[in-house]
DNA sequence: CACAATATGCGAACAGTGCTCTCGTTATGG
DNA sequence: CCATAACGAGAGCACTGTTCGCATATTGTG
């Protein structure tokens, strides 16, 4: 955790502060390891802290401001398991399948974060700045292989159906600087974020079973599949 | 809702409970479509209904035994939307992209259904077999348009990494007995059911905010692009 | 240093929840 | 006709998130 010098806890009061919020978000994190978003029980946090429940309120306001900091913890968390895989020095084949595989160790390692993330929002959350920054880290990993294959010049994009640049508000050059993503390119990226999540939500929830005969093979096969329909070689 | 006239009520008991059973899944459904799966009170659906909350354990044995029969409904729900859009004298694209509007106009109407379907799944689900098999009623309904299409010889499977027959454990001619799908065929299909799945989880849950500019454009270029990959021609 | 202002922790309380149990009442089948 | 089974109601249990008032501890300031 990054802590701004500017703001650096200067009392002991401020220090203690800080420290019982980190706590109180580990607690959390490890109550929702274990049973989930839905249960996730501010009172059994506190109890685990060996507090009285409404002191919690000292520091969080609600259960849902709970949430949305671990939300932003667990966004966080998948934008370093990706950035974590990725080699930029290898292939654009092998970055490619590398950042799903490891996306997908977290997310099994981590399935109610996973969900927290990408399956029912709980009900009065409201994604503040800050949460599409983190959001954004992921699919910024898997962009940036196709923009270096692009920059190589290696890219392959297959046919398929053109994608109206008027759909898409994302401006992928703003996120990349150095490279320039036609909408079609913007598009299939986007796809492939959604893929990676999608295949993943279906393997999780269970939508897979009697389906796939493997779902680590079929996770590979969709994320070639991904890498090609992207544009990358081979 | 179909009644088995072997097993239909013959007492007036009987019948008053199917009907109680019934009217209480319809509360409850109604009460869904207001405050989503985890709001769901099995108190609240008692009080619209003017019965003792303890009553409606007579009829459901828990408040998972009652959202399971509403995921039972929800899944033959979006089965219909699917099959109620699909046009069998049509193009295949056409009809490709019909079923596809016609999920997504269903979950449009019904978003708390879907996320009971594709969201996160609720405490301690357990699928019985009911309700994979109605669960299988949209994807079929895609699965449907490829087998017509191959069956006519109009498939046009775009090159792809190949998918090894090991990792599919489905067997599509148990479902649609009259056409052979490799298991490339069957992989591109159940690709499609999980994109149609994934693309309308983002557009739902917010995670298409601020990247796409027109929801509806968007998805019809990802029913053309998911088309085009399952081999539909054009 | 003294003091007012503020931050913090605690316990009680409120309105909910899912669920169980008991206890009369009512309908059913032998 | 009557024993049995089903049913509805209500009380109660163990929880939940959240608010409030009160006591205590820590501040910045006169």
Redesign the pocket.
């Known amino acids: 955790m990054y802590t701004d010098p500017m703001n650096a806890p ?5 220090r ?2 800080a420290e ?1 919020t980190r706590e109180i978000l580990a607690a959390a994190r490890r109550q929702l390891g274990e049973v989930g978003p839905s249960a ?5 946090v506190a109890r685990e802290l060996e ?5 919690i ?3 969080y306001k ?3 401001e709970l949430l949305t900091a671990l939300i932003l913890e667990a966004y966080n968390d998948v934008g370093d398991a990706a950035e974590g895989a990725d080699d930029p020095a290898a292939e654009p084949g092998e970055r490619w399948a590398a950042i799903w595989r490891g996306v997908r160790e977290w997310a099994l390692a981590n399935p109610h974060e996973f969900a927290l993330l990408y399956g029912t929002p709980v009900p009065g959350y409201a994604a503040p700045q800050e949460t599409s920054l983190a959001a954004s880290r992921m699919p910024l990993t898997l962009a940036r292989v196709v923009a270096d294959a692009k920059a190589a010049g290696a890219l392959r994009l297959p046919p398929a159906p053109p994608c109206d640049p008027a759909l898409i508000a994302l401006d992928m050059t703003e996120l990349l600087p150095e490279t320039v993503f036609s909408a079609d390119e913007t598009a299939r990226v986007l796809l492939a974020w959604n893929r990676l999540v999608g295949i993943l939500s279906y393997e999780l929830h269970g939508h897979l079973y009697g389906v796939t005969a493997d779902d680590a093979g079929f996770f590979d096969y969709t994320a070639r599949v991904s890498g090609a329909f992207a544009g990358l070689p081979d």
Do not use: I, N, V
């Open positions: 200067r009392t002991a009061r401020e203690a502060r019982l996730l029980s501010l009172r059994a507090m009285a429940s409404s002191a309120y000292r520091y609600s259960r849902d």
